[in-house]
């Protein structure tokens, strides 16, 4: 709450303190954590690296190639930092996508990516290298993933009456720092995580996947990072995959949505 309040007076904003706190949406930070991926255990959530896959899972193909494996969540340990209890209590969540390509999420790109849902015995999993033949992001540098909770912003709340367009350039610069921060080193903190609202670069992420009147839900957020590997998505682009909620609540991750938007 101290940190909010300094970014709040850092951008002349304490007059909007409580027309921002109740805009606030809750999310789930992924944290990378450098890690000798041989030392990451079985099962435990991870980005990049090979996946831990119960026996007889194959690798998902996108027309000739197999897909690149982005992270795996093991949701036990996600759980405790969901404060809205959207997520599974447990099993493990797969992302995959095509890293080298990077298709947009256009309709004709359906296949593109692949969210996998495993929820049984943890001791039957297998790390699995890629298949693939090709150079090129085949496999990212492995990270173990550690969690926080963190908060969220719309990018037009309801709630906020602007005074004028310096409140709103003001709100903007303070959503983005509280979501993208910099580091001790300046460098921009990657802003990958999971629920709450997406940071969008073009159109509103939610309205572009969704007709009116649903309630969709973002499912992860995957930005644009250093590392692993230096991977750019189009333009210093995110990556974002979202469901409805009642999908969500019953496990129906084959109606995951995606799009990739940049600058």
């Given amino acids: 709450m101290r940190k909010i309040e300094q970014l709040l007076a850092d951008h002349d904003l304490s007059h909007q303190k409580s027309a921002i706190m ?3 949406k809750n999310a789930v930070k992924l944290n990378k954590v450098k890690t000798d991926e041989n030392d990451i255990p079985l099962g435990s ?3 990049g690296g090979s996946p831990d896959l119960p026996a007889g899972w194959e690798f998902p193909r996108y027309e000739d190639e197999y897909l690149t494996f982005m992270l795996q ?3 036990s340990e996600a759980k405790p930092y969901d404060k809205d209890k959207l997520l ?3 099993g493990i969540l797969y992302l995959f996508y095509e890293a080298l390509e990077q298709p947009w999420g256009f309709d004709g790109d359906e296949g593109c990516f692949k969210v996998l849902y495993f929820d049984g015995d943890l001791g039957g999993l297998e790390r699995k290298k890629s298949p693939s033949s090709r150079k090129e992001f ?3 540098p492995a990270f173990q993933l550690s969690f926080e909770k963190i908060v969220t912003l719309p990018e037009s709340p309801g709630s906020l009456d602007f005074a004028d367009d310096d ?5 903007f ?3 983005q720092e509280l979501v993208q921060p910099e580091d001790g080193d300046g460098k921009v903190v990657p802003a990958h995580y999971m629920l709450g609202e997406p940071l969008n670069i073009q159109d509103d992420v939610l309205e572009e996947l969704f007709e009116d009147g649903a309630d969709p839900v973002l499912l992860f957020q995957i ?10 998505w189009g333009d210093s682009g995110m990556l974002y995959f979202c469901m409805e909620k009642e999908d969500l609540m019953e496990k129906r991750f084959d109606r995951v949505r995606f799009t990739l938007q940049c600058f």
């Fill in 173 to 175: 610069d303070f959503r």
């Fill in 88 to 90: 599974p209590e447990s």
């Fill in 45 to 47: 959530s991870k980005i």
């Fill in 138 to 140: 085949v496999a990212f």
């Fill in 223 to 232: 930005d644009s990072d250093e590392e692993p590997a230096d991977v750019m």
């Fill in 22 to 24: 109740d805009s606030f």
């Fill in 167 to 171: 409140d709103e350039a003001n709100y």
């Fill in 73 to 75: 969540v093991n949701l």
